[in-house]
């Protein structure tokens, strides 16, 4: 076969691969839901637009103030707020049910100096179905909690969360224990000693992806951990063996 005709395979071949390529991402991007991140919150999408249907309602002129009824929060696709003094107690939100969407819920620690509109809450965590569960901690000022849903209607269970106050900034043991700090410290030292490993998760006002584990280690070891606001913060700790100590920086 002359050169010429070779030439002309290998055009028509890498033009029908070009061809097919483009085929197969433009079905990927319309078929396969696309994942964003939209203002500090993860946003699905089936193919209808990311972020189009959704409200945040701190951007809001006038957002809707909720109401916590009988161990329940519920709204529709404008979100919403809650107060959070800083009196408050520690609390669990949970899905009641399958919803269309996630609910993502924010915070703000200081309701007095955020600015609607322009300023935006810290992204505790999103609820994706009633397994999943989102801790909030109250800051030592009163704050907000913002809900943002992208689902005409939506309710979550609120329940205050128990747990065992530090005595003195300190407290050491064995197994599994929720224990809670209140005050201006922002970090703790968390030591373990003898075979096993200690995990310890942190759940602090306006905390980002406080369901990662600030201490994840084992046998015998030393180590520190913080967080950015002053208030109620919960140490969810989990331990195979050996014993542990917990020692905030006041």
Known sequence: ???PALRRIGVF???TWGVG???VMIAAFLVVPQVALVDGALHVDPGNGLGIDRVYPYYEDDPVELELVDGRVSGDER???LPFPAGSEPLAF???HEHDDYVNVFQTADAASFALGDDR???LDALWDPEDVVYAAPALTDGRLWFSAGTPAWDLAVEPVESTPLVEGAATGTGDALLSYRGDALSARFAHTGPGFLRVTLYA????DAGDPAVNDVDDFTTRASWRVPGTVLFRIESTGGEWAVDVDE
């Open 13 to 15: 071949s890498r033009a």
């Open 1 to 3: 076969m002359s050169d």
């Open 79 to 81: 979100g919403g707020w």
């Open 21 to 23: 390529a483009l085929g």
């Open 94 to 96: 949970r899905m009641t």
């Open 121 to 123: 809450p810290e992204n």
């Open 205 to 208: 006002p306006e905390l980002e």
